[in-house]
């Protein structure tokens, strides 16, 4: 009888055990975790930085993407980088607090909302037109491996982008100032012995590098206006 006790005892006291560790692995795993934070964006260097000079009108025109990225015979005929690199530069030039900048790209859905308010428009012309384009574009994964990938394997995946951005005299069409900007912006990721991150297509890419090389172009054009190689037509 004592016999029967104890091995019962033994065979019950492992069940348990392992009902309990079971549970424990499914609340860990079955928890649903939720995080958030904000990222610091890159900004023009005379961003919020003090200017008493005189301030001119710049309007905002047609930014085109001519490198053969995106524009290929597959293409659907809208130009979303154009597009993309428009909306970037529109905020770096405002961001300088060297312009006023003005934008026609809503003038139907402005229009209508100074109808509904009840007041006439007072549009506030412009002089000079700013536009651009985005002259190269391209991207690339890069590997390499360790020990023919027995000990381990890197993946980097890269782009490049120049763009070019030009000053037009709206009377006579002329070009006042003329600058490029280029970026490179890479994700790197490696794995050792079976250790680390992978990541796939990151198409975040496009919008960083783009970012990147406008910033350089409205950066070189501020420096060109404060040193005094142009000056905008009034």
């Known amino acids: 009888m004592n016999n029967f006790i104890t091995k ?25 975790t939720e995080t958030h934070k904000t990222i610091q964006t890159e900004s023009v260097t005379t961003y919020k930085t003090v200017y008493s000079g005189p301030k001119h ?3 905002i025109g047609k930014f085109a993407n001519r490198s053969t990225y995106m524009n290929g015979i597959f293409s ?31 003038l139907a859905e402005i229009s209508q909302e100074s109808k509904l308010m009840g007041k ?13 384009e985005v002259t190269e574009f391209g991207r690339k994964d ?6 023919f990938g027995i000990l381990g394997h890197g993946k980097k995946q890269i782009a490049y982008t120049k763009v070019s ?10 070009i006042v100032y003329a600058i490029q900007g ?18 796939s297509y990151d198409a975040t890419l496009t919008g ?15 420096e060109g206006l404060e040193r005094g190689e142009w000056s905008l037509v009034e």
């Open 208 to 222: 960083k590098v783009l970012n990147l090389a406008i910033m350089d172009a409205v950066n070189k054009l501020v």
């Open 57 to 59: 009108t710049l309007a």
């Open 182 to 199: 280029a970026g490179e912006y890479a994700l790197s990721n490696r794995e050792v012995l079976g250790f680390g991150g992978t990541a």
């Open 76 to 106: 659907d005929g809208n130009d979303r980088l154009g597009s993309q690199a428009k909306m970037i530069l529109k905020t770096h030039l405002a961001q300088t607090n060297r312009f006023i900048t003005v934008d026609r790209s809503n």
């Open 142 to 147: 890069v590997g390499d491996q360790q020990l």
């Open 120 to 132: 006439k428009q007072k549009l506030t012309g412009a002089s000079n037109v700013v536009t651009g």
């Open 165 to 174: 951005i030009n000053i037009v005299d709206v009377q006579t069409s002329q």
């Open 8 to 32: 019962k005892i033994h065979t019950t006291i492992p069940t348990y055990c392992l009902t309990i560790l079971c549970l424990s692995f499914f609340m860990l795993t079955g928890c649903a």
